[in-house]
C-alpha cells in the first residue's frame, strides 16, 4: 500500500473531489444561499466557495428547476475590457454602463440555455432556444467567448443604427443606438424566449439557479479591466434582483475572489440596499472540526462523534512551543497558522501525516515532530498567497520580505511608513486605504498597545477572518502607537523573529 494511500485525506481542491457528498460540511452559509434569490458570494481563494457551488448545484439541485455552473476560468478581462472601450469611443457611454448591460444580457441567455439544456428532445421551446442561439452563432462551447461574441452583436448592431440621419442626439449618436445600449433585453427574440420560459419555470413554484464560478483561476486581466468587469457584474445582479419578473425566473449567485472585487464592489452606489444578498463567507473552530473530521474518520480508530476525539487519533494532545515557552493544543496550533482558510489546514495537516509516515510505524505523530513541518509548509501557503494578491497589489511580494530580521510586530505608525516607503506612497488616504486593504486580506491583526506586555506567552490580537464582522476602515479605529502583528502563517515567508509579546493568537474582531 503506498503512502498516500494509507491516510490520504481527499483533493484539497472541492472542484476535484470525487468523494464530495462524503466530505462537504454544511454551514449556515448554504442556508442563507438556499433561498430562491440572486447573491454575490465573496471569499479568498481556498476559503470554500466552490464547496458551497457544488453544493447548491449537486446536492440540492432537487430545490431548483434546474441548476447550471458557468464556469468563467478562461476569461480574458483584457479582451472584454478592450472590446468595451471601443463600444464606449463610439458611443460616448462609461464603460461601467456598458459592463452591466453586457452582463444583465448574457446572463439571461446562460439562464435560457439551462433551461433547454433539461428539456425533453423534442420539446418546443428547448428548439427556439437552441434555433437563437444558432441564429447569434453563439454555440461556443466555450461561456467565456459568449460576453466578446455579445459586444461583437451590439458593435455591430450600434454601427447600423448609427447611421441614420434622422432624430439624432445631442452627442451626435442617433437616439435608436443610445436606447440600445440601456436595453435589456437588447434583442426582442430573447425576451419573447424569456416570457415563455417565465410562464414553464414559475408553474413549478421553483426558479432556475446559475452559478458564476471560475474566477480564481484568471490571471489575464488588468487592475482597471478588474473593477470595470466585476463592477458590471453586481451591478447586473443587482438589477436582476430589482426586476421582478427575471427574480421570479432565474437566481443568479456569483461566487467572487475578495482580493479582486473591493474596489468594484464600492463602485456601486446603491450596493447598501443588497446586504442580505451579499455574502463574506467565514470558517468556525466548529466548521473546521467537522470539516476535518470527515477526512479523518475513515482511518480513525474511533467512530466518535466528536471532533476531537478523533483528532487525538491521529495528533497530540499538546505541541510546545519552545520560543515562548508554553504548550499549545495541537488543533488551535495548526489552525493559528492558517488564515482560516480550510484548504490550509487540510495542506498541514496532510503533509504531517505523509511525512510522519514515511518516518515511523507510529499511528499518532510526536508533538514534537509538527513544527518543523508546519514551518516548511507556511513558506508555499504564504508564497501561493502573496503571489495571488501581487497581481492586484504590485510590489507585495517585496514588501514582505522587507521585514526580514525584524520582530513578527510593529506599531501602526511603523507599518504605515514601510508602506509609504516601499509602495511609493505619499498621500495619506492612500496609505491608509492600502493599510485596510492588507488588515481586510487577513495579512495582519491589530491590538491596542495597552493590552500588551513584553515576555509574555500569549498575545491576542484581532483578525479580520475570525468571527462573522467585517471591519473595511480598520485605520479610524487604531492609533499610531497601537501593535500590527503578522499573521503566524507569514513568519517564515517573512523572515521574521519572534513576537515580543508572546505568541500571536488571533481573535475575532
Not at 461583437?152 to 443606438?177: P, Y
Not at 515532530?369 to 497581481?391: K, S
Not at 509602495?423 to 500588551?452: K, S, W
Not at 464582522?469 to 523572515?495: N, Q, W, Y
Request: charged share 25%; aromatic share 10%.
Amino acid at each position: 500500500m503506498s503512502l498516500m494511500e494509507r491516510r490520504y485525506l481527499g483533493p484539497v481542491s472541492a472542484e476535484q473531489d470525487e468523494r464530495f457528498e462524503d466530505h462537504f460540511v454544511a454551514s449556515i452559509d448554504l442556508t442563507r444561499l438556499l433561498r430562491p434569490q440572486s447573491d454575490l458570494v465573496y471569499g479568498s481563494k481556498g476559503v470554500g466557495k466552490t464547496a458551497l457551488r457544488r453544493a447548491l448545484t449537486e446536492l440540492n439541485r432537487d430545490r431548483f428547476y434546474t441548476t447550471k455552473t458557468v464556469n468563467l476560468d478562461k476569461l480574458s478581462f483584457v479582451q472584454v475590457h478592450s472590446a468595451l472601450n471601443e463600444l464606449g469611443k463610439s458611443s460616448k457611454a462609461e464603460v461601467p454602463s456598458l459592463a452591466r448591460n453586457m452582463w444583465q444580457n448574457v446572463l439571461a441567455l446562460y439562464g435560457l440555455e439551462a433551461v433547454a439544456e433539461c428539456l425533453p428532445a423534442q420539446h418546443p421551446l428547448k428548439h427556439r432556444i437552441e434555433e437563437l442561439f444558432q441564429t447569434l452563432e453563439d454555440t461556443d462551447p466555450d461561456p467565456s467567448s459568449r460576453l466578446v461574441a455579445y459586444i461583437d452583436r451590439l458593435m455591430l448592431r450600434f454601427g447600423e443604427l448609427g447611421l441614420e440621419q434622422s432624430g439624432r442626439a445631442s452627442l451626435g449618436v442617433s437616439r435608436k443606438s443610445i436606447g440600445l445600449l440601456k436595453e435589456f433585453p437588447s434583442d426582442p427574440r430573447v425576451k419573447d424566449l424569456l416570457e415563455e420560459t417565465r410562464t414553464l419555470v414559475v408553474s413549478s413554484g421553483k426558479v432556475v439557479l446559475v452559478c458564476l464560478d471560475g474566477f480564481d483561476e484568471i490571471v489575464d486581466r488588468t487592475a482597471l479591466a478588474r473593477t470595470a468587469i466585476f463592477a458590471g457584474l453586481i451591478a447586473a445582479i443587482f438589477k436582476s434582483i430589482q426586476d421582478p419578473e427575471l427574480s421570479r425566473l432565474f437566481a443568479f449567485k456569483a461566487f467572487l475572489p475578495q482580493e479582486l472585487t473591493g474596489s468594484a464592489h464600492v463602485m456601486i452606489w446603491d450596493a447598501d440596499k443588497y446586504l442580505r444578498n451579499a455574502h463574506y463567507l467565514r470558517w468556525s473552530e466548529d466548521d473546521f472540526g467537522a470539516f476535518l473530521r470527515k477526512r479523518l474518520l475513515p482511518y480513525a480508530k474511533t467512530r466518535s462523534p466528536h471532533f476531537l476525539d478523533v483528532w487525538y487519533d491521529f495528533m497530540p494532545d499538546k505541541i510546545r512551543n519552545d520560543e515562548h515557552k508554553i504548550d499549545e493544543p495541537s488543533f488551535n496550533y495548526l489552525l493559528r497558522h492558517t488564515l482560516y482558510r480550510p484548504r490550509q489546514i487540510l495542506l498541514h495537516v496532510q503533509e504531517i501525516l505523509d511525512l510522519w509516515d514515511q518516518r515511523s510505524e507510529k499511528f499518532r505523530v510526536d508533538p514534537s515532530f509538527i513544527p518543523a513541518v508546519v514551518a516548511n509548509m507556511n513558506q508555499q501557503i504564504a508564497q501561493t498567497v502573496v503571489n495571488q494578491l501581487e497581481l492586484d497589489h504590485p510590489g507585495l511580494n517585496a514588501f514582505m520580505k522587507s521585514w526580514r530580521g525584524h520582530t513578527t510586530t510593529a506599531t501602526v505608525g511603523e507599518f504605515q511608513d514601510r508602506i509609504r516607503r516601499i509602495f511609493g506612497i505619499t498621500e495619506n488616504h492612500e496609505v491608509y486605504e492600502f493599510f485596510d486593504t492588507l488588515f481586510n486580506f487577513g495579512i495582519f491583526g491589530i491590538a491596542e498597545r495597552r493590552d500588551l506586555t513584553s515576555g509574555s506567552p500569549q498575545a491576542r490580537f484581532r483578525f479580520d477572518y475570525v468571527g462573522d464582522g467585517l471591519t473595511p476602515s480598520v485605520h479610524f479605529s487604531v492609533d499610531e502607537k497601537d501593535i500590527v502583528a503578522f499573521s503566524p502563517m507569514f513568519r517564515e515567508f517573512c523572515g521574521c523573529v519572534s513576537s515580543e509579546f508572546g505568541a500571536i493568537i488571533p481573535v475575532a474582531t
